[in-house]
């Protein structure tokens, strides 16, 4: 078999022959679109609320889960009276498939309004886990819940303090 070689210049010149026969091209527009999301929002939709309560003769610590809008006495003498009870509820709105990180503070100090004394609220707790993987929705609800401890002979007022949720968005 005898093999023969062919001048680059040759090759060329069939590569070319190739296209002789086409008579005409179309160039068609194509459709793209594309969607900017913000990385995620969060929102306090309800606040912490213990209610009206009556201070005892010893500390007491009354909790408000995050499973219930209820407050149970854990230790102590003081006596809810009633008043609006609710656990904070916070809604995130992200993209579907984010991972989230929630973190919670350790503890915060209430103080009475035009006055100067406090309590503490500690022990926040979440309900579901402190990181979530956003559904198809791209919306998940959660809820936070702490312990107040109630001086003994805590002097009568509203109580008002702020707490920061931080809700990390990856």
Do not use: E
């Amino acid at each position: 078999m005898k093999s023969r070689a062919i001048p680059i210049f040759g090759r060329l010149a069939a590569l070319c022959a190739s296209f002789v026969g086409v008579q005409s091209a179309h160039a068609l527009p194509g459709d793209t679109q594309t969607q900017i999301v913000n990385p995620g929002l969060v929102t306090n939709a309800t606040s912490l609320d213990f209610g009206s309560v009556i201070a005892g003769s010893v500390q007491s610590r009354l909790r408000v889960p995050p499973t219930s809008d209820t407050v149970v006495v854990s230790a102590g003498n003081a006596l809810p009276v009633g008043g609006s009870v609710s656990r904070a509820r916070f809604d995130v709105v992200a993209a579907p498939l984010t991972l989230v990180f929630i973190n919670l503070p350790s503890n915060i100090q209430l103080t009475r309004v035009s006055g100067t004394d406090q309590m503490l609220l500690d022990q926040f707790q979440q309900s579901g886990l402190p990181f979530q993987i956003m559904g198809a929705s791209g919306q998940y609800s959660f809820y936070v819940g702490g312990r107040l401890r109630v001086n003994p002979s805590q002097a009568a007022g509203l109580y008002q303090g702020n707490f920061t949720v931080t809700v990390n968005f990856l």
